[in-house]
């Protein structure tokens, strides 16, 4: 079955451009009939959506190129966790905020292109005759564009699709809020589903990211409620206490344990993109900030994420002859954002332990731990944030099969200070100021830090929720880059990236739709504009 929704899918793509009218045509081929046999009107839109999340499609382009551009050359570096040892672009490009536009719009054009038709799709075939669906479809719809959001702010959301061809934007405050409702109804969808007698989903034989029950969607769902919630705790505290609230209390629940999360399924054609990046073109490389902390905190999950290194580097001098060692072969060895370098020395240090067959994770019950203990450090709840901080780190090393969380939950080891493999002047001092024990009497300020630093392990590789959050609270403490080549200077070297600007495809074809969205965005088009819930304080 599957075997001929993917190949209906290569079908399916259409070129993109920046006008939403065009992105909303139907130009896939495929007939009414062709979409009602065994159910391929819902597998089909399902199959695309829940892959689309982790763009990794052959659409007569190739794969996996599309998931580097979207994902790991901006979210995956910019959250501190991964780097590419080529010097790409001449050693200047997103890694020392010399951003390209071909590299950042992808995201953008390729959720609008491909995923964003399809959910409308969904939603107009199934909301009065296949609810559970719709439901379901709602919350993969804000999965998919909470992301989106993330990196740029305002979106299209409530308007895509309309039968007017209007599209107005959504203020990032607005369109968090009808996340939240969006979920909210998918979740009062699903409680009439429970427990009901002789009941199979619909949605069940298409579920490539959980088991097809409508009790994990609804965990799913309060969950995603808990972290959309957390993440507008500064820009709209009482609406983001009463939302998390409200989620918490469900009686269905939320994911508790290890085994709960959402990962996209590898089981039949659908591989893992940051591994083929990884394993077959060997760029997805420890970021510093990773190596400082890691090592630092000796933390046991270290041989879980990434490989040491293989070997030893032998330089060569001007002769050409191997002349001095540099002893790497065995140590966890990571490259500093923003150094401009212009080698593929780096080469010899530690790859990400990720594979094409290793499921790509978008939300684990580790996560939602440390979305309890910072609600609880917020007087959100009555639950002991340091009790829910020890539990996350516990989820996260059940989740690894990593032993020995007792002992590091008793640690005081600290950041390590980072020393480039080949180049001095990268090296900088250990940021992280924390240390894994958990402390009461520390400020809330430094328990936060705690408690976000341990979700930013615990999130990994999940760049896009890493980098939100890392913006969002500051959080753990990166690596600034050595060199900032952003343009007219507009981010600050300290500060950071604070999100991506909106593709050139905009601009240059419907420059009224652009400028709604920069009007939407309150702010100039560039990278140093903090988005709504970024505010810059965290009490």
């Known amino acids: 079955m599957r075997g001929l929704i993917y190949m209906i899918m290569g079908l399916m793509f259409v070129s993109c451009t920046g006008r939403f009218k065009d992105l909303n045509t139907d130009k896939t081929g495929i007939t009414d009939e062709d979409m009602q046999v065994d159910l391929n009107h819902l597998g089909i839109p399902l199959n695309v959506i829940q892959q689309g999340i982790y763009f990794n499609y052959d659409y007569g382009k190739g794969k996996n190129w599309p998931y580097q551009l979207m994902q790991n050359l901006s979210a995956d570096m910019f959250s501190g966790y991964m780097h590419d040892y080529k010097p790409l672009n001449g050693g200047s490009h997103n890694s020392d905020y010399n951003l390209q536009d071909g590299w950042n719009g992808t995201l953008w054009e390729n959720t609008y292109a491909y995923i964003m038709p399809q959910i409308k799709r969904l939603e107009d075939s199934t909301r009065l005759k296949y609810p559970a669906v719709y439901a379901v479809t709602e919350i993969l719809k804000v999965e998919v564009m909470h992301r989106v959001s993330d990196y740029y ?62 009790e994990s969607w609804i965990r799913f769902a309060n969950s995603l409620r808990l972290r959309l919630a957390i993440r507008m705790a500064m820009a709209d505290p009482d609406r983001a206490r009463q939302e998390f609230v409200d989620a918490f209390a469900d009686p269905h629940g939320i994911f508790e344990e290890p085994a709960q999360q959402v990962a996209v399924t590898t089981d039949d054609e659908y591989s893992n993109p940051l591994g083929e990046i990884n394993r077959v073109w060997g760029e997805v490389y420890m970021n510093a900030s990773m190596e400082s902390i890691l090592n630092g905190f000796d933390d046991p999950r270290r041989e879980a994420f990434f490989e040491p290194c293989p ?58 731990w440390f979305l309890r203990a910072e609600a609880a450090l917020r007087g959100w709840t009555t639950e002991d944030p340091g009790i829910c901080y020890e539990q996350g780190i516990r989820c996260s090393f059940s989740q690894w099969q990593v032993p020995g969380v007792e002992t590091y939950l008793q640690s005081d080891c600290r950041a390590a200070d980072f020393e480039d493999a080949f180049t001095p002047g990268n090296n900088i001092k250990a940021r992280c100021l924390v240390t894994p024990r958990w402390d009461d009497a520390a400020s809330d300020e430094m328990k936060l830090e705690r408690i976000i630093t341990q979700k930013w392990l615990a999130v990994f590789p999940e760049g896009c929720e890493a980098w939100a959050e890392q913006r969002r609270t500051g959080y753990p403490r990166l690596f600034p880059v050595r060199y900032n080549n952003s343009r007219n200077g507009c981010v600050d070297t300290e500060k950071m990236i604070r999100r991506l600007s909106y593709p050139s495809s905009i601009f240059d074809s419907d420059n009224g739709q652009y400028e709604m969205l920069v009007d939407a965005l309150g702010g100039p088009d560039h990278a140093g504009t903090p988005l709504w819930w970024d505010t810059g304080r965290n009490f």
């Open 153 to 214: 702010g305002p979106v299209i959301y409530t308007s895509f699709g309309n039968k007017k061809m209007i599209y107005l934007p959504d203020s990032q405050q607005d369109v968090y809020y009808r996340f939240l409702d969006d979920l909210k109804t998918a979740v009062e969808i699903l409680e009439n589903y429970v427990n009901l007698a002789g009941y199979t989903p619909e949605f069940s034989r298409f579920d490539l990211l959980l088991d097809g029950k409508v």
């Open 311 to 368: 070997d030893d580097v032998l330089l060569q001098d001007r002769d050409g002859r191997d002349s001095v060692r540099i002893p790497l072969k065995g140590q966890y060895r990571g490259i500093r954002q923003g150094t401009m370098f212009a080698h593929t020395l780096y080469s010899a240090l530690s790859k990400i332990y990720v594979n094409v067959q290793t499921k790509p994770i978008l939300m684990t019950a580790a996560e939602v």
